[in-house]
T-cell receptor, first 113, second 112 residues
Framework: AQSVSQHNHHVILSEAASLELGCNYS??????LFWYVQYPGQHLQLLLK??????LVKGIKGFEAEFIKSKFSFNLRKPSVQWSDTAEYFC???????????FGTGTRLTIIP | DVKVTQSSRYLVKRTGEKVFLECVQD?????MFWYRQDPGLGLRLIYF???????EKGDIPEGYSVSREKKERFSLILESASTNQTSMYLC???????????FGPGTRLLVL
């Protein structure tokens, strides 16, 4: 069965630090990849997505993610975090043509001012 | 602007009660989804629907049923609520298969 792993459960950083959140998935076929973010008290919303093409994708608020097919990874990065990036981040994967989205367990990010 | 609304933000029910959670989207989306979100477990798919009156089981359908009589509305039903169904329930919709899903604000359900 398809699975998604987010190894960092809680990450604490100071403002201006660089961020990398890991995401690995188990399926070897064609996949669509997503990062969603849930700010405190807000809806879950899309941060960025990868379907095909350039494996380095850019999203909102300065986030980017790189798809490395050989490593089954889709890590999220931001060069300099802000206090407002405090949120929970979810990686999600679905098989090409499949409605079902499989989510990772999420990473809680806390930014210290 | 995309909008998914859920009937309640907070709900408290007693064990054995029948519980209805309603979700409405205004984007004419074909696909609608119900998830539950639990700490340390992420989001798990309960049911989804790809058309009116059509439904498919997700990963954890036990103890739940769904109804989709109109395109814009997708209901989650707990036939007999149990304490282990205490959770945050999220509804989502998407226009096409495998595209971005848009989420509602969630319903935090407490079953006593």
């Amino acid at each position: 069965a398809q699975s998604v792993s987010q190894h960092n459960h809680h990450v604490i950083l100071s403002e201006a630090a660089s961020l990398e959140l890991g995401c690995n998935y188990s399926y070897g076929g064609t996949v669509n990849l997503f990062w969603y973010v849930q700010y405190p008290g807000q809806h879950l919303q899309l941060l960025l997505k990868y379907f095909s093409g350039d494996p380095l994708v850019k999203g909102i608020k300065g986030f980017e993610a790189e798809f490395i097919k050989s490593k089954f990874s889709f890590n999220l990065r931001k060069p300099s975090v802000q206090w407002s990036d405090t949120a929970e981040y979810f990686c999600a994967v679905n098989l090409f043509g499949n409605e079902k989205l499989t989510f990772g367990t999420g990473t809680r990010l806390t930014i210290i001012p | 602007d995309v909008k998914v609304t859920q009937s309640s933000r907070y709900l408290v029910k007693r064990t054995g009660e029948k519980v209805f959670l309603e979700c409405v989207q205004d984007m004419d989306h074909e696909n609608m989804f119900w998830y539950r979100q639990d700490p340390g477990l992420g989001l798990r798919l309960i049911y989804f629907s790809y058309d009116v009156k059509m439904k498919e089981k997700g990963d954890i359908p036990e103890g739940y049923s769904v109804s989709r009589e109109k395109k814009e509305r997708f209901s989650l039903i707990l036939e007999s609520a149990s304490t282990n169904q205490t959770s945050m329930y999220l509804c989502a919709s998407s226009l096409v298969v495998a595209e971005t899903q848009y989420f509602g604000p969630g319903t935090r359900l407490l079953v006593l």
